[in-house]
């Protein structure tokens, strides 16, 4: 559940998206596939909304291509209290963001799989820094 601090800074930021975007409300309630009444709670914050909302709020502005999907959908979530702050400079760097929305479409054996390559280039790239500071001595 959003508090009202919450719900009045998501209203604050979907406002100032749409002016940015240059589209009236009822535009974006067309773009994001929202009914005039949630439209209306978001930007009053009258009421909270889903995660499930503000992700798809993420997803229809991430088109633009100001954002990746998935820093824009982290970004909102904390906005809208769903998820916690991230203590300053841990926030999710461009090819993090990038990785979430290439992974967005695998399944659990495929994101297995990715796991374990990045696990093994971790241990590859260890190795190599090793060897690295051996022969610097």
């Known amino acids: 559940m959003m508090d009202l601090s919450a719900r009045v800074a998501l209203g604050d930021w979907f406002k100032a998206k749409c002016r940015t975007e240059g589209w009236s409300l009822r535009q974006a309630g067309i773009k994001t596939g929202f009914s005039h009444t949630t439209i209306s709670t978001i930007v009053n914050g009258s009421h909270s909304v889903s995660a499930a909302t503000v992700i798809k709020l993420a997803h229809t502005f991430s088109v633009s291509g100001e954002h990746h999907r998935g820093v824009l959908e982290d970004e909102l979530l904390m906005l809208a209290g769903y998820r916690t702050r991230r203590p300053e400079g841990q926030d999710l760097s461009q090819p993090q963001a990038q990785l979430l929305d290439a992974t967005s479409g695998l399944t659990e054996r495929q994101l297995r ?23 610097a001595q």
């Open 113 to 135: 799989l990715l796991i374990s390559l990045g696990e093994f280039m971790g241990e590859l790239e260890a190795k190599e820094r090793c060897q690295t500071s051996k022969v």
